[in-house]
């Protein structure tokens, strides 16, 4: 991986891009910037004041209760029961 990555840097710093115009290589670096600041803005911005339904959800005591396994009953009755053919 690591041969494979410096050979495509120096591809890229002996030829920019596969000689594209300045402006597409422009456009290909802001594309990523802006992703990564609209990612950012709800890490920044987000405010609100936590609800907590997030804990009282996923909590120890609430997870134990819904992952119990009770145990099978003593007797199965069958309902489809094989008749014989005579």
């Not at 819904?66 to 094989?82: G, R, Y």
């Amino acid at each position: 991986m690591y041969t494979l990555l410096v050979m495509t840097i120096k591809g890229d710093i002996d030829e920019p891009y596969g000689g594209y115009h300045d402006g597409w290589q422009a456009l290909g670096a802001l594309i990523p910037c802006i992703c990564f600041i609209v990612f950012l803005i709800p890490l920044i911005f987000n405010k609100e004041v936590p609800s907590g339904d997030f804990k009282r959800t996923f909590a120890i005591s609430n997870i134990k209760k819904s992952n119990a396994v009770e145990p099978a009953p003593a007797e199965i009755e069958l309902t489809n029961k094989p008749e014989a053919v005579e």
